[in-house]
T-cell receptor, first 113, second 118 residues
Framework: AQSVAQPEDQVNVAEGNPLTVKCTYSVSGNPYLFWYVQYPNRGLQFLLKYITGDNLVKGSYGFEAEFNKSQTSFHLKKPSALVSDSALYFCAVREDSNYQLIWGAGTKLIIKP | GAGVSQSPSNKVTEKGKDVELRCDPISGHTALYWYRQSLGQGLEFLIYFQGNSAPDKSGLPSDRFSAERTGGSVSTLTIQRTQQEDSAVYLC????????????????FGPGTRLLVL
């Protein structure tokens, strides 16, 4: 069965410091991995995805994520956090043979000035 | 082009009433998805459309929930005899194709409809 885990409910980072939001997954086949961000009272915005190719994926707003097959992880990273990055972040996965996305529970990212 | 739009943005209703939520997907997107998000929670899959057909209704929580899609475009999610536990944000997403790699299958979300059942 497919599953996604975001082990941290909340991550606190000081502005200017690097940030990491963790995601691990479990699928039977090849994974398609996604990160979305949700700002307060807004819908979800697509950040980036891994389908195939380079393990390091670059996305919107300076975010990047690294696909690690051996560790079944797809952690979201940013070298220097901004207060405006504060939001709820969701990781999602689907198998290459399945349309349905499986979603993590979300991680609340708080960037303090 | 225009993104996914949903209406109404907010809906307050009384327990027992029926509600209809509308989703306008991105033009040309054949796949459409409905999700439910309770306060501070992750996304709960409700139903998926490919064109006008719904091959997967497995996420609908009860027979009070139904959805249709006409003309391969607009979709409505109907909740009959609403209950307080139906209160949530209902999100709609669309993607260009059902199964593919690349940009086409990324799901793009609308702003959601916030439903409050009193």
């Amino acid at each position: 069965a497919q599953s996604v885990a975001q082990p941290e409910d909340q991550v606190n980072v000081a502005e200017g410091n690097p940030l990491t939001v963790k995601c691990t997954y479990s699928v039977s086949g090849n994974p398609y991995l996604f990160w979305y961000v949700q700002y307060p009272n807004r819908g979800l915005q697509f950040l980036l995805k891994y389908i195939t190719g380079d393990n390091l994926v670059k996305g919107s707003y300076g975010f990047e994520a690294e696909f690690n097959k051996s560790q079944t992880s797809f952690h979201l990273k940013k070298p220097s956090a901004l207060v405006s990055d504060s939001a709820l972040y969701f990781c999602a996965v689907r198998e290459d043979s399945n349309y349905q996305l499986i979603w993590g529970a979300g991680t609340k990212l708080i960037i303090k000035p | 082009g225009a993104g996914v739009s949903q209406s109404p943005s907010n809906k307050v209703t009384e327990k027992g009433k029926d509600v209809e939520l509308r989703c306008d997907p991105i033009s040309g997107h054949t796949a459409l998805y409905w999700y439910r998000q309770s306060l501070g929670q992750g996304l709960e899959f409700l139903i998926y459309f490919q064109g006008n057909s719904a091959p997967d209704k497995s996420g609908l929580p009860s027979d009070r929930f139904s959805a249709e899609r006409t003309g391969g475009s607009v979709s409505t999610l109907t909740i009959q005899r609403t209950q307080q536990e139906d209160s949530a944000v209902y999100l709609c997403a669309s993607s260009l194709v059902k199964l593919a790699g690349g940009q086409q299958e990324t799901q793009y979300f609308g702003p959601g409809t916030r439903l409050l059942v009193l």
